[in-house]
């Protein structure tokens, strides 16, 4: 089957650095992606990664390994507004989202 | 604003009773998606639309239907619902005729059924 594995809940610090960790066993890939969905609202689109390496962008960053199936997303310079659930996604081989159940990102001041 | 407007943005239905929630988009996507989101589980897709006047089927289609006359609108309808149904129900789209993995979603819908 297919399956998006990711942690629950994290916990850091405002101004901190933290890394959120995504591995993944899909049907084929073709890009894995990464939402932001704060409580009560809508995910939106934060990053796309369809070849090896870092792509970064703002306080923001995303790195993907095809060979291992990993991929993590970073952010620097916690901000409070951060707080939030971040969602990994893998398009398999039926260009379909497949989608992890969400890293709860809790920020404390 | 542009967008993709959901509602009801909230509802309690009764099991058995018939329920359509309605999704309808400004942007010109082509691709329209309902995914459902439970607590502890991936968005799941429910059913999809390439284009307007095709559907298909996601990976939780049972117990529901959709339909895709024009490029805007996209309503999901639950015939007769169950109380498995309860979910937020969110409704996307995204440019071109496929699903190229950058969705914009509505704010959702968020249906209990008793």
């Known amino acids: 089957g297919q399956n998006i594995d990711q942690p629950t809940e994290m916990t850091a610090t405002e101004g901190a650095i933290v890394q959120i960790n995504c591995t993944y066993q899909?049907?084929?890939?073709?890009?894995l992606f990464w939402y932001q969905q704060h409580a009560g609202e809508a995910p939106t689109f934060l990053s796309y990664n369809v070849l090896d390496g870092l792509e970064e962008k703002g306080r923001f960053s995303s790195f993907l390994s095809r060979s291992k199936g990993y991929s993590y997303l970073l952010l620097k310079e916690l901000q409070m507004k951060d707080s939030a659930s971040y969602l990994c996604a893998v398009m398999d081989s039926n260009y379909q989202l497949i989608w992890g159940a969400g890293t709860k990102l809790i920020i404390k001041p | 604003i542009a967008g993709i407007t959901q509602a009801p943005t909230s509802q309690i239905l009764a099991a058995g009773r018939r329920m359509t929630l309605r999704c309808t988009q400004d942007m010109r996507h082509n691709a329209m998606y309902w995914y459902r989101q439970d607590l502890g589980l991936g968005l799941r897709l429910i059913h999809y639309?390439?284009?307007?006047?095709?559907?298909g089927k996601g990976e939780v289609p049972d117990g529901y239907s959709v339909s895709r006359a024009n490029t805007d609108d996209f309503p999901l309808t639950l015939a007769s619902a169950v109380p498995s149904q309860t979910s937020v129900y969110f409704c996307a789209s995204s440019p071109g005729t496929g699903n190229t993995g950058e969705l914009f979603f509505g704010e959702g819908s968020r249906l209990t059924v008793l």
């Open positions: 899909t049907s084929g890939f073709n890009g």
């Open positions: 639309s390439n284009t307007a006047g095709t559907t």
